[in-house]
C-alpha cells in the first residue's frame, strides 16, 4: 500500500463536496455527469494522461497530475470520473491505492414486532454529523411507491451500481490505434447486470402488492408520473416531460433527439445488425446491441453527444435519457446537484430510473424473443437430479467447522440425502436491520454536509445450497443458481442470479455444499458469514458486485412469507469455461480483467425464449432440478 499521505491526496480529489460546488460555481465550473458524452470522453481522456504520467514517473506524479486538472479542467467532477478510472485500472494504482466505498457499523436488529423506522436508535442523542433517515420525509410520488424507498436507498446497492460503472468504464481505458477501448463483451453485460436489477426490483414490487414495472416509452413526450427528490438535490416534481437542455454553448438537446437515437436502434433490431461504415460485425447480438445503446464499446459511437449520426455512431440513447431525467426539473436555488439520474453513485434512488431501464431492457429482450430457443442439451453436463429432494437448503450457522461438504456427506443423510437430523429447512429468512453507515457520496437521506448516518436496511440468515447429482462419468461441471418468485416464475427475464461456480464430478453419486458467502454475484470484501473467503485486498475490483445483505430478496413480512422457486443448472464447464472469481469481487457482475469468465451468453439458460415455457421446459431436462422454497421476513417492512 501506498502511504496515507498519498491516500489522503486521492481521498481529497474524490470528496463529493468538491463536484457539487461545481453546481454553484457556474462561472467557474461546469456540472459533470459520466452520462454526457463530451463529458465521459473527457474524464477518460485525462484518466489516459494519468496513465501516462504513472507508466513514465510514478503514480505520486500521477497524483499531481491528477491536482493540477482539478484546477484547470472545465469540471472537477470530470477529475474525480479520471481518478476514479486511474485508481480501478492502473495495474500499480489499483495495487497501492484505494476507491472509497459505503461502510456499515455499529448494527443491530431491530426487534421483531417493532416498526424498524423510525430506527430504534440508541438512547444517547447522535453524535454530531450523523443524521437518522427516518426523521428526513420521503417525496417520492406517487405515496404507494414509498413502499420501496428502503431498496432504492438502500446504500450498498447504491454503492454496487457505482462501483459497477467504476469497473467497466463507458469509455474504456486502453489505447487501441488512437482510441480508447473497453473490456470485451462489455456491451452484453451492460444489459444483463440491469436487467439482473430490473428482476430483483419487479420481485421486491411483487412482495410489496405492486405491479411490475412499465417502460417508459417513445416517442417520449409523455410526462414522468413519479416524483423524487433528496436533500441537496433538484427535486422533480410528479408530472414534469422532459425539456431540451444546454449541454454546450449555443447546443440544446431534448426529447426528440432522444426520438431519433431510438429509431437508430430500433431499425437495427428490424434489420438485425447495426448499420456501421466498417467493419461488418455480422448479425446483431447482445454485446453490439449493448453497445449502441450505452455506448461504450466497437468503435460504433461518436466523440460526443454533438456529433452526428451519419458520423458512424448510434451516439447516447442510454445516457441521454439519464441526464433528460435528471434535468427535467428547473434548477431549484441552493440546490448543489442535479437530479440524482445524473450520478452513477445515486441513480437507481429515483423510481424512474427502472422505467427507464425497463424501456432499455425491452429492446435487449426483442432482440433475444427474436432467436431460437436454447437447446438445454447442446451444453448439459452429463449428470442428473432424482428430482427436487436433490437441492436441500440449511442455515450456515448450523454447519460444523464451515465444511459444507462435509455437512452434505455426514449431516444430510450422504449418499441417499434423507436429512435424518432434519437440518434441511424450506424456508430461508430476512430481516432488515439497523446500521451507522459512512457514505463516499451525499447521502440523498442526509442533509447538507452530511455522510454518516442511520439506516434501516435488509440483511439475510445466512445459508447454504446443498447438492446430490449423480454423473455418468468423471467430469468438470458448472453450477448455475438460479431464483424466481413463483407468480413470476414463467416469465425467464424475472429469474435472478444467485450463484455460479464449478464442479468436479467423481462417477456415480456426488453430494457437497455450496455456501451464499461464496456467491459469484456478490462483492465478497467484507463478508464474514461462515464458509466466507479471507478479506481481499484494496483492489477497487473487490469493490464490484451486488452486495451480500441484498442476495435474497426480502419476502413478505408474514408467517408463510413468499414462494419462490429454485432452479439449479448442470452444464459442461469444458465448453462453459466458467471460472471461479478471485477472493473478493463478483464474476457474474464484474467478470475478470482479461475476459468475461464464461462462454455462455450471460443469464443462460433464461437468456432466450422457452419452446415449452420456463418451468416445462426445465422440468424435461434431467441436469436441471427446480425446487419450491419460502423466504419470510422476520420483522416489519419500513412503512411508506
Same mark, same amino acid.
Given at each position: ?6 491516500? *489522503?491526496r486521492i ?6 463536496? =468538491? ?6 460555481e457556474? $462561472? ?14 473527457r ?14 514517473? *510514478? ?5 499531481e ?16 470520473r ?9 495495474p500499480q ?21 417493532e416498526q424498524?423506522?423510525?430506527?430504534n436508535l ?6 454530531p /454529523?450523523?443524521v437518522?433517515?427516518?426523521?428526513i ?12 424507498d428502503?431498496?432504492?436507498? @438502500?446504500?450498498?446497492?447504491n ?9 467497466? @468504464?463507458t ?5 487501441h ?6 473490456q ?10 440491469h436487467q ?6 419487479d ?15 417513445p416517442?417520449?413526450?409523455?410526462s ?10 433538484v427535486?422533480?416534481?410528479?408530472g414534469?416531460? +422532459? ?9 440544446a ?10 429509431i ?9 445488425r ?6 461488418? =460485425?455480422?448479425p446483431l447480438?447482445?454485446?453490439? =446491441? *449493448?453497445?449502441a445503446i450505452?455506448?461504450s464499446?466497437?468503435?460504433?459511437d461518436?466523440q460526443? @453527444? ?10 447516447n440513447?442510454?445516457?441521454? /435519457?439519464?441526464?433528460?431525467?435528471a ?8 440546490d448543489?446537484?442535479?437530479g440524482?439520474?445524473?450520478?452513477v ?7 424512474f ?13 426483442r432482440l ?5 430457443p ?11 437430479f ?5 437441492v ?10 464451515g465444511?459444507?461438504?462435509a455437512?452434505a456427506?455426514?449431516?444430510?443423510g /450422504?449418499?441417499? +440425502? ?6 434441511a429447512t424450506?424456508a ?6 439497523l ?7 451525499p447521502? $440523498? ?17 445466512p ?8 454423473a ?9 443458481v ?11 427475464r ?16 456426488n453430494? +457437497? ?5 461464496? $456467491? ?6 467484507g463478508v464474514?458469514a ?7 485486498n /484494496?483492489?477497487?475490483w473487490?469493490?464490484?458486485?451486488w452486495?451480500?445483505t441484498?442476495? =435474497? ?26 471460472g471461479e ?16 469468465p ?7 439458460? +433464461? ?16 441436469n436441471?432440478?427446480?425446487?419450491d ?10 412503512p411508506?
Open positions: 500500500m501506498a502511504d496515507s499521505a498519498l491516500q *489522503g481521498d481529497a480529489l474524490l470528496q463529493p463536496d =468538491l463536484e457539487a460546488n461545481d453546481v454553484v457556474t $462561472s467557474v465550473k461546469t456540472p459533470f455527469s459520466p452520462f454526457i458524452r463530451a463529458h465521459a470522453r474524464a477518460a481522456e485525462v484518466a489516459t494522461q494519468l496513465f501516462q504520467v504513472a507508466d513514465d514517473q *510514478g503514480i505520486e506524479k500521477a497524483v497530475a491528477a491536482e493540477r486538472a482539478a484546477q484547470t479542467e472545465s469540471s472537477r467532477g470530470l477529475v474525480k479520471a481518478v476514479k478510472t486511474f485508481v480501478t485500472h492502473h494504482a489499483r495495487r497501492e491505492l484505494t476507491l472509497p466505498s459505503v461502510e456499515a457499523v455499529e448494527g443491530e436488529d431491530v426487534a421483531a414486532g424498524p423506522s423510525p430506527p440508541p438512547e444517547e442523542p447522535l453524535p /454529523g450523523e437518522d433517515t427516518a426523521t420525509p420521503s417525496l417520492t410520488l406517487p405515496a404507494e411507491e414509498r413502499q420501496l428502503w431498496y432504492r436507498e @438502500d446504500p450498498f446497492a454503492d454496487h451500481h457505482a462501483h459497477w460503472h467504476d469497473v467497466w @468504464d469509455d474504456g481505458i486502453e489505447e490505434n488512437g482510441q480508447l477501448i473497453t470485451p463483451r462489455q456491451g452484453e453485460l451492460f444489459l444483463y447486470m439482473q436489477m430490473l428482476a430483483r426490483y420481485t421486491e414490487r411483487r412482495i410489496a402488492g405492486l405491479g411490475q414495472t412499465a417502460p417508459f416509452e416517442a417520449y413526450a409523455q414522468i408520473v413519479e416524483g423524487y427528490g433528496a436533500p441537496r438535490y427535486t422533480r416534481p410528479a414534469v416531460a +422532459f425539456r431540451d437542455i444546454s449541454i454546450g454553448p449555443g447546443v438537446i431534448g426529447p426528440s433527439d432522444l426520438n431519433d437515437r431510438y437508430m436502434v430500433d431499425e437495427a433490431l428490424d434489420d438485425g447495426l448499420d456501421v461504415p466498417s467493419p461488418d =460485425l455480422g447480438d447482445e454485446n453490439q =446491441l *449493448g453497445a450505452e455506448p464499446d466497437l468503435y460504433i461518436p460526443s @453527444d454533438l456529433d452526428l449520426a451519419e458520423a458512424g455512431g448510434y451516439q440513447l442510454h445516457g441521454l /435519457g439519464h441526464v433528460l431525467t434535468q427535467s426539473a428547473d434548477p431549484q436555488q441552493g448543489r446537484w442535479w440524482v439520474m445524473a450520478y453513485e445515486t441513480a437507481i434512488r429515483d423510481p430510473f427502472y422505467r427507464w431501464h425497463r424501456h432499455i431492457d425491452d429492446q435487449s429482450a433475444q424473443n427474436g432467436l431460437d436454447t437447446d438445454l442439451a447442446e451444453h448439459a453436463a452429463d449428470a442428473s432424482r428430482g427436487s429432494g436433490d436441500l437448503l440449511a442455515f450456515s450457522d448450523g454447519v460444523d467447522n465444511d459444507f461438504d455437512f456427506r455426514s449431516r444430510l /450422504g449418499e441417499q +440425502f434423507d436429512d435424518p437430523d432434519q437440518l424450506d430461508l429468512t430476512t430481516r432488515f436491520r446500521s451507522r453507515v459512512t457514505a463516499p457520496i447521502p $440523498s437521506q442526509a442533509g447538507p454536509g452530511q455522510e454518516t448516518y442511520w439506516t434501516t436496511h435488509l440483511t439475510h440468515r445459508f447454504g445450497l446443498f447438492l446430490r447429482v449423480e455418468a462419468a468423471a467430469q468438470h461441471a458448472t453450477v448455475r438460479f431464483l424466481a418468485h413463483a407468480d413470476l416464475a414463467g416469465n425467464r424475472m429469474w435472478i442470479e444467485l450463484d455460479k461456480f464449478d464442479r468436479e464430478l467423481d462417477e456415480g453419486v453430494v +457437497f455444499g455450496r455456501p451464499d458467502a461464496l $456467491s459469484s454475484v456478490i462483492k465478497r470484501k464474514d461462515p464458509g466466507a473467503t479471507p478479506p481481499g /484494496g483492489d477497487a473487490c469493490d464490484c458486485g452486495p451480500y441484498l442476495l =435474497l430478496p426480502s419476502g413478505a413480512s408474514s408467517p408463510s412469507g413468499s414462494e419462490f422457486k429454485l432452479a439449479v443448472v448442470l452444464t459442461d464447464w469444458t465448453s462453459d469455461n466458467a472469481p478471485s477472493s473478493c469481487g463478483s464474476m457474474s457482475y464484474c467478470g475478470s480483467r482479461q475476459r468475461y464464461d462462454n455462455r451468453e450471460m443469464g443462460y439458460p +433464461f437468456n432466450r425464449p422457452f419452446a415449452n415455457g420456463v418451468l416445462a421446459t426445465l422440468a424435461a431436462q434431467p436441471i432440478v427446480v425446487r422454497l419460502s423466504i419470510r421476513c422476520e420483522n416489519p417492512r419500513p411508506a
